[in-house]
């Protein structure tokens, strides 16, 4: 379920942050609006999909049973960020983007700690 959950989230922040994209080639949005918002989006998913590689232990280890509450947050954030993407797609305000620059960094620092956390207690 742990790997479910570390292949999930980057993988639905990648496809949220290729929507802007769409909307430039629809022509809803301007192609740099859509590069600013998919560019970062797709960068963190890929540290992120790296970083659940890298802490992943195999079947060695058990994670202890608070794990998924420790990814949560993380999580959360990192939705915010795809659904700043869908918005960012549709239409161009300021807002979208500083917004999910702030769900980016944090999203990605808690579930950091928390692989992090989650790697050091596992047995």
Same mark, same amino acid.
């Given at each position: ?13 990648? *496809?949220?942050? &290729? ?18 918002? #998919? *560019?970062?989006?797709?960068? &963190?998913?890929?540290? &992120? ?56 960094? #944090? ?6 700690? #928390? ?9």
């Amino acid at each position: 379920m742990l790997r479910l959950l570390a292949f999930a989230v980057p993988a639905a922040l990648a *496809a949220a942050g &290729v929507q802007p994209l769409l909307g430039a080639a629809t022509g809803t949005v301007k192609v740099p609006w859509a590069i600013g918002l #998919a *560019a970062p989006a797709v960068i &963190v998913a890929a540290l &992120v999909f790296g970083a659940g590689r890298l802490f992943d232990r195999g079947d060695s280890v058990q994670p202890p049973w608070y794990s998924a509450w420790l990814l949560l947050p993380g999580a959360f954030l990192l939705a915010g960020a795809a659904a700043m993407c869908i918005f960012g797609a549709l239409v161009e305000l300021s807002v979208i983007t500083w917004t999910m620059w702030v769900l980016l960094i #944090a999203g990605s620092l808690l579930w950091a700690t #928390a692989l992090i956390l989650v790697r050091s207690a596992s047995r």
